[in-house]
């Protein structure tokens, strides 16, 4: 795909790798709409990439916020382009220490957002000409399981699933669905889940250069999975 004028929605854009992806689909020549909760952030993000960045102040939780949004903003003359699935989070502890409104928060957002955002955009998808191209970031957690991750394990193991199932639903209709697997990459992500980063782990840039790369293949090659892993994880420290 050519991301000269596509129309690109991101989700978890306020940072990490969304807000990395959004300032390169911008210099790609891409309109991008970044979707988080935090304005203040998404505002930053416009002044330092310009006006072709679009804020979507959005819960990806709220169907029908999501669902009112992708109605509002798009129609047969203003068609989305690229949609990545990226908003999500974990939280980390033992089963029976867990909170319920942690585990419900992991599956709202790394689930349940997700399909609230694709079932409403796939049917513009559906009546674009051109290629269209679902990504979703899911992690090497949705290929290995390991203690005290396991509501994070489900939900990534859950994205894959449903990004095998859309790709052999979607190719036909020239759709292409890819899931990205990435290993620790030096994000809030970390912060947010209570631990900390550090300097062997990937870049932000690194990955959002990588999915790049995964929307620019051309039309009849389809990078479906891809995991992408620091070298060397371990800490500079060990
Ligand atoms: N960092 C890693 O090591 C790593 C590894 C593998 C996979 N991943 C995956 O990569 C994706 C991006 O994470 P990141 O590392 O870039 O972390 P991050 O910097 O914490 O970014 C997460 C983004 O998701 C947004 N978000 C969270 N809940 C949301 C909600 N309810 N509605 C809308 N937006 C929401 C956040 O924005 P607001 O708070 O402003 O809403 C933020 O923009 C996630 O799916 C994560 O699981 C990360």
Redesign the pocket.
């Known amino acids: 795909m050519n991301l000269q004028n596509k129309n690109a929605i991101i ?9 990395a992806l959004c300032k390169l689909l911008i210099e790609k020549g891409a309109k991008v709409y970044g ?4 304005e203040s ?1 998404l505002n930053e993000i416009q002044k330092k990439i310009g006006n072709n960045f679009f804020p979507v102040v ?4 709220n169907e029908e916020a999501v669902s009112k949004w992708v109605d509002s903003t798009f129609s047969d003359t203003h068609k989305p382009d690229i949609l990545v699935n ?5 939280y980390f502890g033992k089963i029976d220490k867990i909170s319920l409104d942690d585990w419900h928060t992991m599956m709202n ?2 689930l349940n ?1 997700v399909f609230y955002f694709t079932r409403k955009v796939v049917p513009h998808f559906k009546k674009n000409p051109t290629h269209t191209h679902i990504i979703n ?5 949705g290929l290995i399981g390991n203690p005290q991750i396991s509501g994070y394990n489900a939900t990534k193991f859950g994205l894959r699933g449903f990004s095998q199932a859309l790709f052999k639903e979607l190719r036909y209709d020239k759709i292409k669905v890819s899931c990205v697997y ?4 030096a ?4 912060e ?1 889940a209570g631990s900390e980063t550090h300097d062997h ?1 990937m870049k ?1 840039e690194d990955v959002a250069n990588t999915l790049i790369h995964i929307l620019e293949t051309p039309d009849n090659l389809l990078i479906d999975e891809l995991v992408l892993r620091p070298l060397n994880p371990k800490p500079p420290s060990e």
């Open positions: 989700t978890g854009a306020s940072s990490g790798i969304g807000a979707v988080a909760r935090r952030k959005l819960d990806v939780t990226n908003a999500g989070l974990g957002v790394n957002g970031i899911a992690s090497v957690a990435p290993g620790s990459v994000t809030e992500f970390f947010k782990m932000s």
